[in-house]
Each structure stands twice: as structure tokens, then as C-alpha cells.
């Protein structure tokens, strides 16, 4: 086992543990995002309304998924209502819908933000009227007066200002330390009614699920006529086409998705520099100089030039005295003989046996035998080792 894999080895198993720690000690957390989905079973969803709204409408609601422009431009309709709870809704959708509303169809719009085209179009002005973390919904209509809903839960806090004289006014909002605020309004629009409430919340599955509250709901619904009421709502229930998807919707698969990027990163990141290539062993390089002398000498052998190769060694011994012992070499005389014998330090007869030789191999004219040669080798090697 080598040292990189243990490394790895380690920063899993701590990884691992970690993971565990967190999800041992891990709590539920809520979802208070006000996401108004139909599907969604956070405190601020849709779903029980969703659920309900069949019973509290008589069995008259039916769910449009696509935008009222090409709803309208492909049905036509008698008179109906509307309902739009919290949707993004186009410009051109709108008109649509003013117009269905100005032959004779009723709207209810419950949205905490009303679109411009709307309070511009029916004449009131929209806004964030309160901060208070607490407040109470409450209709104005006496045989309404023991219904009320109790927001604890972030309100928006939002109502109506500038209110125009053929507006009335169905609902307020009662706080403590500020002036009741008109959050529920009613306006004649054509041949038909446009009901527009500013407080959304109420239809959520946190407050749907409180005792009493669901009285609130009816009361707030039972100023739509008895007929055929389309729910506008956005698209949100299309399977997503990420790829991905099936995996991060399961949290198992999710963590393990994690982990695995995470501990992809950290072996690139061990591995980012460049490795050196496996370097091969070369043979080290062979001295071919002995075998080329050899070469040379079993040539001159077969060839049985000897004095050939007697010449040769002698300039090469000659030349080294001149170089090394600086003695001058050229007369081969007693002189010469007496300072190579004081230099090397060799018997003076083993000097003038070489010397002979040397003129010898010199004599262009002289026989020489392998003997000859054989002895002068072995004399200058003897001199100069």
C-alpha cells in the first residue's frame, strides 16, 4: 500500500465520519418560503387549499395551466368566474381577462402585489401599509363579524390606498398599534365583479390547518356566484429535463453525488502535477578505444607488417619523451641514453637494448621479426610506466 493511497484513505474515512456526525445530528428544518405552489406541502404552500377547493366551490373549480391569453383565444365562455391566486401573469393575459370580466364574469385576484395593469385599469393603489409581526383578517359584513384568521407568520403587511369612490371596501386588516388597513375590496367592472384581496397567506397549509380558519376561507369565496370557476395557475408541475434531477430530488443520491465531485476534486488536485515518465536504463557507454586497438593490431598481425608497427611504437614512445620528460630525441646517442636512464630511473642496459631497437624499427631497410617487435613493446612499456 503506497503512500498516496493511504492519504486518500484517510481524508475518506474522515469525510465519511463527518457525514455521519451531520446527519446524526441533523434537524428538520422548515420551508417558510412563501412559494404558493399547489403541490407543495411546506407551511406556505397550496396543497391543502388544493386539495379543499373542489367542496368549498361546489364542485365548480377547474384548473387552467395554460395562460389565460391562449385559454380564451382557443374557448369561449359564458359568464364565470375567475380565480388568480399569487401567479405571474402577462400583460396580454390580463386584458384578456379584464375583457372576460367586463362581459359579465366575476374575478377574485388574490395576490399580495397587484399587477399595475390591474389597480391601474379598476382605480385603487396598492401597498405596504405595516410592518407588525401580528395581525388579525377581518370582514367588514356584519353577518361576517365572528370570522376572523390570526396571521402570526411573516403578513406582507400590504393593503389599499387611494381608494375611488366606486370602490367597496369587504375586508381590513386590525393590528394593534396601527389604524385598521382595507386589505379585501370590490369593484363593478363592466357587467362584472372584480374582487381583490392583498393577503394571500390566509389559503396556505399553515393556516388552512389552524381550527377556525377554514371559516375565513368560505366566507371569502361565498361573494363568487355558484358557477363554473377557472383557477389560473402557472405551470409548476412539469418534470424537470435536468439530468440530474432523479438524483437530487432523493437526498441519499444526493449526498453520494456530492461526496463522489468532491472526491473527484481532490484527486485532481493530487494530481495536478505533471508525472515524470519512467526514465529506462540506458547500458552506460562502452570504451570501443582498447577494441579498436585491438583491431588495428590483428591487422597489422595478418598482414605481418612488423616494422611497420615497430616504427609507429617507437614515434609514440619517442614523442612521449619529448612531451613528458622533455629530453631531446633527436639523436639517439649515448647522451640521450644516460638522461632517459637518470629520468626513468631504469637500468642503462635496458635503456641501450631499446634504443637499438629503436633505430631498428627506424632503418627503413632493416628486417624485423614479431620477436623484435614483441620485445620493443614490452621494453617501452617497461620505460615509461
Not at 369587504?170 to 363593478?188: P, R, W, Y
Request: charged letters at 25%; aromatic letters at 12%; proline letters at 3%.
Amino acid at each position: 500500500m503506497n503512500k498516496t493511497f493511504k492519504i486518500y484513505a484517510v481524508i475518506f474515512m474522515v469525510v465519511m465520519i463527518i457525514l455521519a456526525l451531520l446527519e446524526v445530528n441533523k434537524k428538520e428544518s422548515t420551508d417558510w418560503r412563501k412559494n404558493f405552489d399547489v403541490n407543495e406541502k411546506s407551511p406556505f404552500g397550496l396543497f391543502v387549499f388544493n386539495n379543499e377547493v373542489q367542496s368549498l366551490l361546489d364542485h365548480h373549480i377547474k384548473k387552467i395551466e395554460n395562460t389565460p391569453y391562449d385559454y380564451y383565444n382557443q374557448h369561449q365562455k359564458g359568464g364565470h368566474n375567475i380565480l388568480v391566486i399569487e401567479s405571474d401573469i402577462d400583460k396580454e393575459s390580463w386584458k384578456k381577462i379584464l375583457k372576460e370580466v367586463t362581459k359579465g364574469s366575476d374575478m377574485m385576484l388574490i395576490m399580495s402585489q397587484i399587477p399595475k395593469e390591474i389597480s391601474d385599469s379598476i382605480g385603487y393603489y396598492d401597498s405596504q401599509l405595516s410592518f407588525e409581526e401580528e395581525n388579525v383578517l377581518k370582514l367588514t359584513d356584519r353577518k361576517f363579524q365572528n370570522d376572523f384568521i390570526k396571521l402570526d407568520k411573516f403578513p406582507s403587511g400590504r393593503g389599499f390606498t387611494f381608494i375611488k369612490p366606486n370602490v367597496q371596501v369587504l375586508g381590513k386588516t386590525v393590528e394593534k398599534n396601527n389604524t385598521d388597513q382595507v386589505n379585501f375590496i370590490k369593484i363593478q367592472f363592466g357587467k362584472g365583479i372584480i374582487y381583490v384581496h392583498s393577503e394571500p397567506l390566509f389559503l396556505t397549509n399553515y393556516y388552512l390547518l389552524k381550527r377556525g380558519n377554514t371559516k375565513y376561507t368560505q366566507d371569502i369565496f361565498s361573494y363568487l356566484q355558484n358557477r363554473e370557476t377557472l383557477w389560473f395557475v402557472e405551470n409548476n408541475t412539469q418534470e424537470s429535463t435536468f439530468f440530474m434531477r432523479f438524483i437530487l430530488s432523493k437526498p441519499a443520491l444526493k449526498y453520494a453525488w456530492w461526496i463522489f465531485l468532491g472526491g473527484l476534486i481532490l484527486f485532481i488536485f493530487f494530481n495536478a502535477k505533471r508525472k515524470q515518465r519512467v526514465v529506462p536504463i540506458l547500458d552506460p557507454l562502452k570504451n570501443t578505444s582498447v577494441d579498436f586497438v585491438k583491431s588495428i593490431g590483428n591487422l597489422y598481425l595478418q598482414e605481418g607488417d612488423f616494422h611497420d608497427m615497430m616504427n609507429k611504437k617507437a614515434q609514440y614512445f619517442l614523442n612521449k619523451v619529448r612531451l613528458d620528460l622533455l629530453i631531446d630525441t633527436q639523436n639517439l646517442n649515448e647522451d640521450f641514453a644516460k638522461k632517459l636512464h637518470l629520468k626513468t630511473g631504469k637500468t642503462i642496459e635496458m635503456i641501450n637494448e631499446a634504443v637499438v631497437l629503436i633505430k631498428k624499427a627506424q632503418d627503413p631497410y632493416a628486417s624485423v621479426m614479431k620477436e623484435d617487435l614483441a620485445r620493443l613493446n614490452s621494453l617501452l612499456d617497461e620505460i615509461i610506466k
